[in-house]
Nanobody, 120 residues
Framework: QVRMVESGGGLVQPGGSLRLSCAAS????????MGWYRQAPGKQRELVAS???????AYADSVKGRFTISRDNAKNTVYLQMNSLKPDDTAVYYC??????????????WGQGTQVTVSS
């Protein structure tokens, strides 16, 4: 069984910074891609950033130059450094990892979500 734990959300003023973390634990044989998604009230969940096992990254246009995704494979953890935050960044942020919890195939696992609120 795999457990995903997110942390780091909160309330921040416009222009501020936050760092989100997401750690996976349990019966893990390997992890492929990792990513961060967000869902604002009344909107669909959208991909914010992703990172491959080769550390190739991709970002939504709305966060390019402001957000940085990274991973620590030894800790089974993915991070999202968010700088120059804007009110439009307000949302619940979810991590997702493609994890092999057995010998045969990978399955997507999601974090529980962490609220990020950008407001003065």
């Amino acid at each position: 069984q795999v457990r995903m734990v997110e942390s780091g959300g909160g309330l921040v003023q416009p222009g501020g910074s936050l760092r989100l973390s997401c750690a996976a634990s349990g019966n893990i044989f390997g992890i492929n891609g990792m990513g961060w998604y967000r869902q604002a009230p009344g909107k669909q969940r959208e991909l914010v950033a992703s990172i491959t096992t080769a550390d190739n990254t991709a970002y939504a246009d709305s966060v390019k130059g402001r957000f940085t995704i990274s991973r620590d494979n030894a800790k089974n953890t993915v991070y999202l450094q968010m700088n120059s935050l804007k009110p439009d960044d307000t949302a619940v942020y979810y991590c997702k990892m493609s994890i092999r919890a057995n010998l045969y195939y990978f399955t997507d696992y999601w974090g529980q979500g962490t609220q990020v609120t950008v407001s003065s």
